[in-house]
Every structure is written in structure tokens, then in C-alpha cells.
């Protein structure tokens, strides 16, 4: 018997070219801030520019002139730290990406866009001394067009901000650059943004066949948001997820010391419950190996390990593997608990969850990646 293989996606049947062999990825400068990081915290805020299927923004970080004091010392989460907030907005006011810190989104970039590589690992656009410089992609585009959005409309555009830390922050909160001001010189911030696409295809290609016009991850709507500041204890730590609702995709646990900074558990075992059902009972260092195997999508030179106090679980296929589970299925009535051994006496847990919202069938190629 011949062995099954599997068609080349087309969205629109009959034929026609898919999207995005008809289309293709574009992107062009959007906007450029400068400041001086200071005592006090700066936002910004762009309308993003019409055109196609919005895929995100990448951000280019740079600085200079800043200078670092022997008494003062970059914070753990440093350099993402210095982005306080970052959010994008829909057409109607509402969050699509939730306001949430630097070094949580560049957890949500590593470990949700794994091929897109660490940003901390890239070896020529990345510095973190007291004059940061790396490049982040802030994407609603998840996979293979899951999640993009139309943005074609100029009289409705969706907005991207964000908020820049103080150079200097109390370190039980750890969201500055630097914990001490002595001696310190601030740096001069420069952040270019580009807007990332996917074009408006043509009606039809060189040879006359019909292009599809829709690509089709716009059946599902992605969103990246995070709940934190719940209390940890050293003994057994219960937190109910409150992130319910749709197809979880990955789900992020940073825990952190009564001092801000992240710390790893002391105990085992990690355990999580959906319902009636246990979903999984296992050791930290199995964690620690699934992250490493899993979520590096590196090259030999680059890849990373788990981050301290980091635990990432994946409801995805593994790009390069296409092993894994697929997207956990909740309603507004699921009840999703964690159970953690061993945290840090006066800590916190933040978890940071990236979900999908279908608008209607999801075409079966797309299911799970």
C-alpha cells in the first residue's frame, strides 16, 4: 500500500495559489524614539502603519554615553529591564498583546517563536552592559499566519506603546537597569521600531491563477497576557490560572525572591490539574531538559539553557521536530491549577500564558502548531 503524504495547504480549494506563496513578507521603517533614561519613568505610543496583514514590530535597541559606577549593578532581568511596559492595542482600545515588562515578552519571543532564536544569544546585536543594544520581535503573528491581523483601514489603525524604566529601581522590584545611581552615567535609549506584514497579494500570479486573498491564520486571534505578584511560600504553592477561555499555546512560570530576583524551586514534584484530569506530574530537572530540547531552536553557537526561575510549558509542535502536544483546550469554566514545591519564602509567581481565540474552522494543517 503506498504511504499517505500530505497536500500542500491551500485556503481557498479549486486550485488557487495559496496566500503566502502569493504574498509575501514586507517590512518598513515606522518610527524612531530617543531619551535619555532618567528618574522617572517615559511612554511612547505609535499608530502602526496601514497596510496588509499586520505580522508585529521588531524593535532595534541601541545606546551610548552611559557609564556604569563601581558601586551600582545591572539588574538580573537586564537589558529588557528597561522597558517598564509593552502592549499592543486593537482598533477599538482593547489589548491583543497585554501590558506586560521587557523581560517577560522577551520570554514570550524565545520560547513562543523558538526559531526566531534567543535575543539574548544573537552574537552581534546584543550587549548587556550599562549601554544595552539587542533587537526584539514583537509579533501577534504566532505561526504560519496564526494570529495576523487585517490592516488595511487608515481610519482605524491599531497602536503600539510602551514605557521605558527609570535608569534606577528599587530592587525588590528588579524593573530598572541598574539598582544603584552612584557613579552612575545614564545611557542615551535609541529604539527604531519596523512594521512587519505580509503584503496584499495580486489577483492572480505571472501565469493567471487566482491567488487567496485571506491568509489562514486569520481564523484564530492570538493573545499574550500575564497575571502576577501571586504569593509564594517554601512549602506546597497552589495558584489557580485565571487565563481560561481558549486554546492555550504556552504558558511561562517565572518565579521570583522576596528581592525581585528570579529563583529556581527547591522542590519537587510540578504538577498541573485541568478539571478532573492531571494533567502532568514531573521533576524539575525533566523541565529543565524539555526547555533546553525543546525551546532552543538555536544553532550550535547559540544555544541557550533554561532561564533561572524559568519554566516554560509547551502546547505547540516543536518546529524542527513536529513532536509535542497540541493547544489545551479551556472554556471560561475551566478550572487550571498549578501545584509548585519549594518556592521562595515572600516570592512571587508570575505566569505568563499566550492563547488563541478562533473565529472560526481552523484549517487542520494549522491545528496545534
Not at 480549494?13 to 528618574?39: C, I, K, N
Not at 487566482?210 to 489562514?216: G, K, L
Not at 518556592?343 to 505566569?351: D, K, Q, V
Request: aromatic residues 10%; proline residues 7%.
Amino acid at each position: 500500500m503506498p504511504v499517505a503524504t500530505q497536500s500542500k495547504p491551500q485556503a481557498g480549494g479549486g486550485g488557487a495559489v495559496p496566500f503566502l506563496e502569493g504574498s509575501w513578507s514586507y517590512r518598513e521603517f515606522m518610527a524612531q524614539d530617543t531619551h535619555t533614561l532618567g528618574t522617572t519613568s517615559a511612554t511612547f505610543s505609535h499608530q502602526i502603519t496601514p497596510g496588509g496583514f499586520l505580522r508585529g514590530v521588531s524593535l532595534f535597541i541601541s545606546s551610548a554615553t552611559g557609564v556604569l559606577g563601581t558601586s551600582a549593578a545591572l539588574v538580573t532581568d537586564a537589558p529588557f529591564s528597561i522597558f517598564g511596559s509593552m502592549s499592543l492595542v486593537s482598533i477599538d482600545g482593547t489589548d491583543i498583546l497585554y501590558p506586560m515588562n521587557g523581560y517577560s515578552y522577551y520570554l514570550v519571543s524565545r520560547f513562543a517563536r523558538p526559531w526566531d532564536m534567543d535575543p539574548a544569544k544573537e552574537a552581534s546585536g546584543f550587549s548587556n552592559t550599562i549601554n544595552p543594544k539587542f533587537r526584539l520581535r514583537f509579533f501577534v503573528e504566532g505561526r504560519i499566519t496564526i494570529g495576523v491581523l487585517p490592516n488595511t483601514d487608515s481610519r482605524a489603525q491599531y497602536r503600539f506603546q510602551y514605557t521605558l524604566n527609570p535608569l534606577t529601581a528599587a530592587a525588590t522590584t528588579q524593573n530598572g537597569l541598574v539598582t544603584k545611581s552612584t557613579g552612575v552615567t545614564a545611557p542615551k535609549v535609541t529604539i527604531t521600531i519596523f512594521l512587519e506584514t505580509y503584503a496584499q497579494p495580486p489577483q492572480v500570479d505571472y501565469a493567471g491563477n487566482a491567488i487567496v486573498q485571506i491568509p489562514d491564520g486569520l481564523t484564530l486571534q492570538r493573545f499574550c497576557s500575564h497575571q502576577s505578584g501571586t504569593p509564594t511560600n517554601t512549602g506546597t504553592n497552589t495558584i489557580k490560572e485565571n487565563r481560561v477561555g481558549n486554546l492555550i499555546r504556552l504558558l511561562l512560570l517565572a518565579v521570583r525572591g522576596s528581592n525581585g530576583k528570579r529563583v529556581n524551586l527547591t522542590s519537587n514534584p510540578i504538577r498541573w490539574r485541568l478539571d478532573n484530569t492531571q494533567l502532568l506530574t514531573e521533576y524539575r530537572t525533566v523541565r529543565t531538559y524539555e526547555t533546553d530540547r525543546f525551546g532552543s531552536q538555536q544553532s550550535a553557537t547559540q544555544t541557550g539553557t533554561r532561564p533561572t526561575g524559568v519554566y516554560p510549558y509547551f502546547r505547540f509542535h516543536n518546529p524542527g521536530q513536529m513532536d509535542g502536544d497540541y493547544w489545551l483546550a479551556t472554556t471560561e469554566a475551566s478550572y487550571l491549577q498549578f501545584e509548585l514545591n519549594g518556592g521562595p519564602a515572600s516570592g512571587t509567581l508570575e505566569t505568563i500564558t499566550e492563547d488563541l481565540a478562533p473565529a472560526g474552522p481552523i484549517p487542520a494543517y494549522l491545528r496545534g502548531l
